[in-house]
Protein backbone atom coordinates (compact mmCIF):
# COMPACT_ATOMS: atom_id res chain seq x y z
CA UNK A 1 0.00 0.00 0.00
CA UNK A 2 2.56 2.37 0.97
CA UNK A 3 4.60 1.98 -2.04
CA UNK A 4 1.82 2.69 -4.41
CA UNK A 5 1.49 5.60 -2.19
CA UNK A 6 4.91 6.78 -3.08
CA UNK A 7 4.60 5.90 -6.42
CA UNK A 8 1.91 8.70 -7.10
CA UNK A 9 4.14 11.13 -6.33
CA UNK A 10 7.78 12.95 -7.93
CA UNK A 11 10.45 11.76 -5.81
CA UNK A 12 13.10 14.64 -4.45
CA UNK A 13 16.01 12.67 -4.09
CA UNK A 14 19.22 12.52 -2.06
CA UNK A 15 22.22 12.58 -3.68
CA UNK A 16 24.81 11.12 -1.85
CA UNK A 17 28.33 10.70 -3.17
CA UNK A 18 30.80 7.91 -2.60
CA UNK A 19 34.17 9.44 -3.17
CA UNK A 20 28.02 19.69 16.79
CA UNK A 21 25.44 20.60 17.06
CA UNK A 22 23.40 20.27 20.13
CA UNK A 23 20.47 21.76 21.74
CA UNK A 24 19.44 22.26 25.48
CA UNK A 25 15.95 22.05 24.64
CA UNK A 26 14.12 18.83 25.77
CA UNK A 27 11.76 17.03 22.83
CA UNK A 28 8.32 17.73 23.12
CA UNK A 29 6.68 16.66 20.06
CA UNK A 30 6.11 13.52 18.97
CA UNK A 31 7.24 12.23 15.77
CA UNK A 32 5.33 9.09 14.83
CA UNK A 33 6.82 6.83 11.90
CA UNK A 34 5.32 4.00 10.33
CA UNK A 35 8.33 1.11 8.98
CA UNK A 36 7.92 -1.05 5.45
CA UNK A 37 9.59 -2.86 4.23
CA UNK A 38 9.98 -5.44 1.03
CA UNK A 39 12.01 -8.06 2.96
CA UNK A 40 13.04 -9.39 6.59
CA UNK A 41 15.62 -6.72 7.85
CA UNK A 42 18.66 -7.35 10.41
CA UNK A 43 16.70 -6.48 13.46
CA UNK A 44 19.97 -5.47 14.84
CA UNK A 45 20.05 -2.74 11.91
CA UNK A 46 17.17 -1.81 12.26
CA UNK A 47 17.52 -0.98 16.25
CA UNK A 48 20.35 0.91 15.93
CA UNK A 49 18.64 2.92 12.97
CA UNK A 50 16.18 3.88 15.85
CA UNK A 51 18.12 4.43 18.52
CA UNK A 52 20.50 6.86 16.75
CA UNK A 53 17.11 8.51 14.95
CA UNK A 54 16.33 9.38 18.74
CA UNK A 55 19.17 10.74 19.68
CA UNK A 56 19.50 12.90 16.53
CA UNK A 57 16.15 14.14 16.44
CA UNK A 58 15.55 14.93 20.28
CA UNK A 59 18.30 17.79 19.67
CA UNK A 60 15.74 18.88 17.17
CA UNK A 61 12.77 18.85 19.75
CA UNK A 62 11.42 15.90 18.80
CA UNK A 63 10.76 12.39 20.47
CA UNK A 64 10.49 9.41 18.37
CA UNK A 65 8.28 7.00 18.38
CA UNK A 66 7.52 3.76 15.98
CA UNK A 67 5.18 1.98 14.48
CA UNK A 68 4.56 -0.91 11.89
CA UNK A 69 2.65 -0.44 8.45
CA UNK A 70 -0.19 -2.78 9.94
CA UNK A 71 -0.67 -0.47 12.79
CA UNK A 72 -3.78 1.85 13.16
CA UNK A 73 -3.16 4.99 12.78
CA UNK A 74 -2.51 7.33 16.30
CA UNK A 75 -4.07 10.88 15.35
CA UNK A 76 -2.72 12.74 18.35
CA UNK A 77 0.57 12.22 17.45
CA UNK A 78 1.88 16.09 15.84
CA UNK A 79 3.67 14.45 12.77
CA UNK A 80 3.34 11.17 10.76
CA UNK A 81 5.68 9.98 8.23
CA UNK A 82 5.91 6.34 6.44
CA UNK A 83 9.25 5.04 6.03
CA UNK A 84 9.76 2.29 3.60
CA UNK A 85 13.39 0.09 3.69
CA UNK A 86 13.67 -0.42 -0.06
CA UNK A 87 15.72 -3.87 -0.45
CA UNK A 88 17.90 -5.64 1.94
CA UNK A 89 19.13 -3.67 4.97
CA UNK A 90 22.19 -5.19 5.47
CA UNK A 91 25.82 -5.90 3.76
CA UNK A 92 26.66 -10.12 4.04
CA UNK A 93 29.60 -11.25 5.52
CA UNK A 94 32.40 -11.24 2.56
CA UNK A 95 30.26 -9.71 -0.17
CA UNK A 96 31.20 -7.71 -3.21
CA UNK A 97 30.29 -4.54 -5.07
CA UNK A 98 29.29 -7.08 -7.73
CA UNK A 99 26.61 -8.82 -5.00
CA UNK A 100 22.89 -8.26 -5.62
CA UNK A 101 21.01 -6.57 -8.45
CA UNK A 102 22.45 -3.13 -9.70
CA UNK A 103 21.72 -0.10 -7.90
CA UNK A 104 21.95 3.85 -8.15
CA UNK A 105 24.26 4.45 -5.82
CA UNK A 106 23.65 8.47 -6.30
CA UNK A 107 20.23 8.24 -4.95
CA UNK A 108 20.19 6.93 -1.24
CA UNK A 109 16.93 7.92 0.07
CA UNK A 110 14.07 10.43 -0.92
CA UNK A 111 11.21 11.96 0.10
CA UNK A 112 7.95 12.15 -2.01
CA UNK A 113 6.94 16.06 -3.36
CA UNK A 114 3.49 17.38 -4.51
CA UNK A 115 3.38 20.65 -5.92
CA UNK A 116 6.50 21.64 -4.28
CA UNK A 117 4.67 20.60 -0.91
CA UNK A 118 7.03 18.03 1.05
CA UNK A 119 4.75 15.15 1.88
CA UNK A 120 5.67 12.52 4.68
CA UNK A 121 6.57 9.51 2.38
CA UNK A 122 10.13 8.52 2.47
CA UNK A 123 12.33 5.65 1.29
CA UNK A 124 15.84 4.32 2.62
CA UNK A 125 17.25 2.71 -0.54
CA UNK A 126 18.81 -0.14 1.14
CA UNK A 127 20.55 -1.28 -1.99
CA UNK A 128 22.37 1.40 -3.32
CA UNK A 129 23.23 1.80 0.61
CA UNK A 130 25.20 -1.48 0.62
CA UNK A 131 26.55 -0.96 -2.52
CA UNK A 132 28.51 1.88 -1.28
CA UNK A 133 29.83 1.24 2.21
CA UNK A 134 30.35 -3.13 1.14
CA UNK A 135 34.07 -2.00 0.98
CA UNK A 136 34.01 -1.23 4.66
CA UNK A 137 31.74 -3.31 6.06
CA UNK A 138 32.43 -6.86 4.37
CA UNK A 139 35.16 -7.63 6.37
CA UNK A 140 33.57 -6.03 10.15
CA UNK A 141 32.38 -8.69 12.67
CA UNK A 142 28.70 -9.17 12.22
CA UNK A 143 27.43 -6.83 15.29
CA UNK A 144 29.96 -4.53 14.27
CA UNK A 145 28.63 -4.82 10.59
CA UNK A 146 24.82 -3.76 11.66
CA UNK A 147 25.93 -1.11 14.08
CA UNK A 148 27.31 1.26 11.06
CA UNK A 149 25.09 0.11 8.70
CA UNK A 150 21.70 0.90 10.95
CA UNK A 151 23.96 4.15 12.00
CA UNK A 152 24.20 5.16 8.44
CA UNK A 153 20.38 4.42 7.64
CA UNK A 154 19.93 6.58 10.76
CA UNK A 155 21.65 9.88 9.28
CA UNK A 156 19.68 9.01 5.53
CA UNK A 157 16.50 9.08 7.17
CA UNK A 158 17.40 12.17 9.31
CA UNK A 159 18.46 14.19 6.35
CA UNK A 160 14.72 13.38 4.90
CA UNK A 161 13.18 14.11 8.48
CA UNK A 162 14.62 17.86 7.60
CA UNK A 163 13.26 17.65 4.54
CA UNK A 164 9.78 16.97 5.74
CA UNK A 165 9.70 18.76 9.12
CA UNK A 166 11.11 22.37 7.74
CA UNK A 167 9.17 21.79 4.74
CA UNK A 168 11.92 22.75 2.17
CA UNK A 169 13.66 21.05 -0.47
CA UNK A 170 16.54 22.97 0.12
CA UNK A 171 19.89 22.22 2.29
CA UNK A 172 22.09 23.40 3.73
CA UNK A 173 25.95 23.74 4.24
CA UNK A 174 27.22 21.47 6.21
CA UNK A 175 25.85 17.93 8.80
CA UNK A 176 22.98 16.23 7.94
CA UNK A 177 21.19 18.84 6.11
CA UNK A 178 23.44 19.24 3.45
CA UNK A 179 22.84 18.43 -0.13
CA UNK A 180 25.76 15.38 -0.63
CA UNK A 181 26.76 12.79 1.99
CA UNK A 182 30.33 11.51 1.26
CA UNK A 183 31.83 7.78 2.49
CA UNK A 184 33.08 8.87 5.60
CA UNK A 185 29.60 11.24 6.45
CA UNK A 186 27.51 7.98 6.49
CA UNK A 187 30.48 6.07 8.68
CA UNK A 188 32.22 8.54 11.17
CA UNK A 189 31.96 8.23 14.40
CA UNK A 190 30.16 11.73 14.63
CA UNK A 191 27.85 13.42 11.65
CA UNK A 192 24.69 15.54 13.31
CA UNK A 193 22.70 18.51 12.54
CA UNK A 194 24.17 21.53 12.44
CA UNK A 195 23.50 24.99 14.77
CA UNK A 196 21.52 26.83 12.03
CA UNK A 197 19.66 23.35 10.65
CA UNK A 198 18.71 22.79 14.82
CA UNK A 199 17.52 26.38 14.95
CA UNK A 200 15.21 25.86 11.68
CA UNK A 201 14.03 22.37 12.93
CA UNK A 202 13.32 23.54 16.65
CA UNK A 203 11.19 26.56 14.78
CA UNK A 204 9.06 23.98 12.88
CA UNK A 205 8.49 21.92 16.58
CA UNK A 206 4.16 22.37 16.39
CA UNK A 207 2.95 24.10 19.79
CA UNK A 208 1.76 21.23 22.70
CA UNK A 209 -2.18 21.59 22.44
CA UNK A 210 -4.35 20.81 25.69
CA UNK A 211 -7.39 18.74 24.72
CA UNK A 212 -9.73 17.79 27.24
CA UNK A 213 -11.16 15.38 24.81
CA UNK A 214 -7.97 13.15 24.34
CA UNK A 215 -8.65 9.99 26.63
CA UNK A 216 -11.89 10.16 24.17
CA UNK A 217 -11.71 7.17 21.27
CA UNK A 218 -11.13 8.20 18.12
CA UNK A 219 -13.47 6.66 16.19
CA UNK A 220 -10.66 5.53 14.04
Known sequence: MFARLLAAFCLLNLAVVPCRAGSDDPANSELLLYLSGDLPQSLH?????????????????????????????????????????????????????????????????????????????????????????????????????????????????????????????DHERDGIAKSHFTFTDLLTERFEFEHTTLAKLQRAVPEVVTDTAADAPSGR
Open 45 to 169: AVDIMKSELASLMQSAGYRVAWRDSHSKTDSTAATLVVVQLQGACSVPAGSSASDGPAADTKTLASTAVSDDVVLPFSIINCAALSRVVWPSLAQEPGARRDFLYGRAMARLLAHELYHILANTR
